[in-house]
Nanobody, 119 residues
Framework: QVHLVESGGGLVQAGGSLRLSCAASGTIVSINAMGWYHQVPGKQRELVAV???????NYADSVKGRFTISRDNAKNTVYLQMNSLKPEDTAVYYCNARILTMASLGDYWGQGTQVTVSS
């Protein structure tokens, strides 16, 4: 069984910074891509940033130049450094990882962490 546990969300003023973390645990053989998504009420979950096992990254246009995704493969952890936050970044942020276990390859999600940016 695999678990993704997120931390680091909270309330911050516009222009501020937050750092999200997501640690994967369980019977993990390897982790492929890891990413962050966000979702606001009434809308679909959207990709924010993704990082491959080799370190290649991709970002949503709305966060380019402000957010940085990174990972520590030894700790099975992915991070999202969010700078110059805007009120429109307010959302629940979910961690996602494509994980190979002894049984199968699958997509796993964290429980979500609220990020609120006040104007």
């Amino acid at each position: 069984q695999v678990h993704l546990v997120e931390s680091g969300g909270g309330l911050v003023q516009a222009g501020g910074s937050l750092r999200l973390s997501c640690a994967a645990s369980g019977t993990i053989v390897s982790i492929n891509a890891m990413g962050w998504y966000h979702q606001v009420p009434g809308k679909q979950r959207e990709l924010v940033a993704v990082i491959t096992s080799g370190g290649s990254t991709n970002y949503a246009d709305s966060v380019k130049g402000r957010f940085t995704i990174s990972r520590d493969n030894a700790k099975n952890t992915v991070y999202l450094q969010m700078n110059s936050l805007k009120p429109e970044d307010t959302a629940v942020y979910y961690c996602n990882a494509r994980i190979l276990t002894m049984a199968s390859l699958g997509d796993y999600w964290g429980q979500g962490t609220q990020v609120t940016v006040s104007s």
